[in-house]
């Protein structure tokens, strides 16, 4: 059963920056596609980035050109590095694994709190 933790969540002034990172363990072979989704109080819970074993990756358009992910295999880790950050990204972060590129898998971490400042 894979498992994921995130962390890397905390308090930044508008414009700064943050690194999440979702360490995955357990089973790390069976998916081949790990996400990042945030949920925002009030709203649906939403994409903000995927990227699959083959290095493809994909971006909710409020977040091209701010954020990239990555993903480190030798350490079952994918990271979400957040530039130019806005109050509006303030959110829950969840990582996610599976196997479409499309839909999230079934298997979610705890969430990592980010708050961005004005």
């Known amino acids: 059963q894979v498992q994921l933790v995130e962390s890397g969540g905390g308090l930044v002034q508008a414009g700064g920056s943050l690194t999440l990172s979702c360490a995955a363990s357990?089973?790390?072979?069976?998916?081949?596609?790990i996400g990042w989704y945030r949920h925002i109080p009030g709203k649906q819970r939403e994409l903000v980035a995927v990227?699959?074993?083959?290095?493809?990756?994909r971006y909710a358009d409020s977040v091209k050109g701010r954020f990239t992910i990555s993903r480190d295999n030798a350490k079952n880790t994918v990271y979400l590095q957040m530039n130019s950050l806005k109050p509006k990204d303030t959110a829950v972060y969840y990582c996610?694994?599976?196997?479409?590129?499309?839909?999230?898998?079934?298997?979610w971490g705890q969430g990592t709190q980010v708050i961005v400042s004005s």
């Open positions: 357990g089973g790390t072979t069976s998916f081949n596609v």
């Open positions: 996610n694994s599976g196997t479409s590129r499309y839909n999230p898998g079934p298997v």
């Open positions: 990227i699959a074993n083959s290095g493809f990756t």
